[in-house]
C-alpha cells in the first residue's frame, strides 16, 4: 500500500534545507513507519532532488517522523530556479513510497 | 500551578542575521504543447533551446529545463511511472549575472512558436533580478542597539 493510505505529511523549508514530517492516522501503525520509513529509503526515494544528508527524528508520542533533508531547496526559496522553491509539495512525493503492510503472523 | 528546576546557559556570543543581497538574475520561459505527441515535442523543444543557449552565447551560471505537468517538481526519478499527459508545459528557467543575458533565454523559448515543434502556444516569459536572503551569525557586540524617540 501507499504511505499516503496511513500517514499525512507537511514540508517546511529553511534556507537549502527541507524538512517533511510523516504522521501516522492511527498510532498502531507507528511501527511499520519505523520500520520502513527510513532515512536510507527516503534519500533514495529522493535521489537527484535531495544532494544532502536525509537525518530522521522521532515522535513517538504523536506517532510521527520528521525528515531534515539538506541541499534539497536549489539554494534556498529566496534563490532558487526551481517552480515550488519552497518543496511544499515534496511531501506528496513522499506520501507515494509503498509500505509493506503488516503481516497476520505478527 | 508551581513549576520548579528551570535552569539556563550563558547566552551565545552570536546573534542570527538575516541579510538580503543582489544575488543574481533569473530568466524564464514558457510554452506549451497539446495532444498526441505533446511530451516528445516538449522534450524536442527543450533540447533546442538548451542548444540554441550555448550557440548564441548566452552567459549563465545554472540552467533548468523543465516539463510543467510532467517532471517540473520532483525531476526525472520520480516522475518516471507516470503515464504520458495530454499536455505540457515547457519551462527554461537560468541564473545569469545582468538582466540582459536574462532577456535572452525567455527570448530562446519565445521563438519557438515559429522555430520549433509544431503547435506550440502560450509563451510566458519574464527576467527579474533576484533578492537572496542569507543566515549569518554576527558577533554580539557589534550591534549596538540605539533607541531615538520620533513625535509624540
Known amino acids: 500500500m501507499k504511505l499516503r493510505e496511513i500517514a499525512h505529511s507537511r514540508t517546511g523549508d529553511k534556507g537549502n534545507t527541507s524538512n517533511i514530517s510523516v504522521i501516522a492516522y492511527d498510532e498502531t501503525h507507528y511501527p511499520l513507519l519505523l520500520a520502513q520509513v527510513t532515512s536510507a529509503r527516503v534519500k533514495a526515494h529522493f535521489a537527484g532532488v535531495a544532494e544532502g544528508e536525509v537525518v530522521r527524528y522521532e515522535l513517538p508520542n504523536i506517532a510521527a517522523l520528521n525528515f531534515v533533508m539538506t541541499q534539497t531547496l536549489g539554494g534556498g526559496v529566496t534563490r532558487s530556479l526551481a517552480l515550488d522553491a519552497h518543496g511544499k509539495s515534496l511531501s506528496s512525493a513522499l506520501l507515494d513510497l509503498e509500505i509493506e503492510p503488516a503481516s497476520d503472523n505478527e | ?152
Not at chain 2, 527543450?46 to 548564441?56: A, D, G, N, P, S
Open chain 2, 1 to 152: 500551578m508551581r513549576v520548579g528546576g528551570g535552569r539556563g546557559t550563558e547566552r551565545p556570543a552570536t546573534l542570527k542575521v538575516s541579510v538580503g543581497y543582489v544575488d543574481s538574475y533569473i530568466g524564464e520561459g514558457q510554452i506549451s504543447y497539446a495532444g498526441p505527441g505533446s511530451l516528445a515535442r516538449g522534450r524536442l523543444a527543450l533540447e533546442i533551446v538548451q542548444e540554441r543557449l550555448k550557440l548564441t552565447g548566452v552567459q549563465t551560471s545554472e540552467l533548468r529545463f523543465d516539463l510543467i505537468g510532467v517532471d517540473a517538481l520532483h525531476g526525472a526519478n520520480l516522475a518516471a511511472r507516470a503515464n504520458e499527459p495530454y499536455e505540457v508545459r515547457v519551462r527554461v528557467t537560468g541564473r545569469t549575472e545582468n538582466l540582459r543575458e536574462a532577456v535572452r533565454i525567455g527570448n530562446e523559448v519565445e521563438t519557438l512558436y515559429t522555430n520549433g515543434p509544431a503547435a506550440g502556444g502560450g509563451v510566458f516569459k519574464s527576467a527579474r533580478d533576484v533578492v537572496a536572503v542569507a543566515s549569518v551569525l554576527l558577533p554580539r557586540q557589534l550591534a549596538r542597539p540605539q533607541v531615538r524617540f520620533v513625535g509624540v
